[in-house]
């Protein structure tokens, strides 16, 4: 399990720090996704992060986030910058293999999402 933390309410132009954790036999999983959820809308893949630290970004990822990993303390982070009201969305990590297996198989049980953290960005 997955466990996500960091949002909260900023202003646009602001920049958050993003912070998921899981237990060590969780994180040894090769990539890591963040993905997020805006309301009403399907979750989406914004970024993600590679055992070795190989960060790739998605859609509204690009340009604004990055990705990192620590894989002693078991920590993914997303920092994102210059937020705009557009991303308020519930922000998610997950093993990117299951989010996959379990769009494939037609279980999205399969997934096992965490809570996720709000972030709404409003002036």
């Known amino acids: 399990q997955f466990v996500e933390s960091g949002g909260g309410l900023v202003q646009p132009g602001a920049a958050l720090r993003l912070n998921c954790s899981a237990s060590?036999?969780?994180?040894?999983?090769?990539?890591v996704g963040w993905y997020r959820q805006l309301a009403g809308m399907q979750r989406e893949l914004v970024a993600s992060?590679?055992?070795?630290?190989?960060?790739r970004y998605h859609g509204a990822g690009a340009g604004r986030f990055v990705a990192s990993r620590d894989n002693v303390d078991n920590m993914l982070y997303l920092q994102m910058n210059n937020l705009q009201p557009e991303d308020t969305a519930v922000y998610y990590c997950?093993?990117?293999?299951?989010?996959?297996?379990?769009?494939?198989?037609?279980?999205?049980?399969?997934?096992?999402w965490g809570q996720g953290t709000l972030v709404a960005v409003s002036s």
């Open positions: 997950n093993d990117l293999d299951r989010v996959v297996k379990s769009i494939r198989e037609g279980q999205p049980s399969l997934a096992n």
């Open positions: 060590r036999d969780v994180f040894t999983v090769y990539a």
């Open positions: 992060v590679t055992f070795d630290g190989i960060a």
